[in-house]
């Protein structure tokens, strides 16, 4: 049976969706590992209506089972004034059970974003998604300079994940170097999860 990387995403725009797709194509690059694609849902300051079960678009949403039974976690969203979005902080606030049995302790974790602006907190956004994964003990990969994109990239690409500049009103494409990246952060973090498990 093919090894779970969980790819966790939230997106209010589709651009750290866009990234999520691209990092679940690297991870399926590396031979014995799939990509078990999946959103948070929004939250919102008073509820009105409970949130359905399935979005009307995109990817399933994520349930505790899913980060329970992965074998390596990509997770990624937009920045919120240098800093993850509520959405998935509310999710991660939800995993204290998982905290307290270890469950993810010794598995690999990557995180990936997408900013509006070049110095909008990409490399801060990335940073407060990686202090949950170490507060359970994961183990974070992140991108070295031997990707050669990393160095060239004149837009979104930092050495703690990938990322993407969507421009101030959105209508920036991922770059190719952006997209390298992120696939190359798939790639990277499957293949940790497989030396891991002990599979060549």
């Known amino acids: 049976m093919p090894a779970d990387i969980l790819v966790l995403y939230y997106s209010r725009n589709g651009h750290t969706a866009q990234l999520a797709r691209l990092v679940a194509r690297g991870v399926e690059e590396i031979p014995g590992m799939q990509a078990r694609l999946r959103q948070v849902p929004p939250v919102a300051p ?26 390596g976690l990509a997770m ?10 509520a959405p998935l902080k509310h999710f991660i606030d939800s995993t204290g059970a998982h905290w307290a049995s270890g469950a993810l302790a010794g598995k690999p974790a990557a995180v990936f974003t997408s900013t509006s602006t070049m110095h ?7 940073l407060s998604m990686a202090l949950p994964l170490l507060h359970h003990g994961m183990l974070l990969v992140g991108l070295p300079y031997t990707e050669p994109a990393l160095t060239s990239t004149a837009s979104g690409g930092t050495p703690y994940g990938a990322s993407h500049v969507s421009g101030a009103g959105g209508d920036n494409t991922i770059t190719e ?6 696939r190359a952060l798939g790639r990277r973090l499957a293949d940790v999860a497989r030396r891991l498990a002990g599979t060549p």
């Open 76 to 85: 990624g969203s937009p920045t919120r004034f240098g800093n993850m979005a």
């Open 46 to 71: 008073v509820t009105a209506l409970a949130q359905p079960p399935e979005p009307e678009e995109g990817a399933p949403y994520v349930s505790l089972d899913d980060l329970a039974q992965c074998a």
């Open 177 to 182: 170097h952006e997209r390298e990246l992120a």
């Open 120 to 126: 909008g907190g990409q490399e801060s956004t990335l």
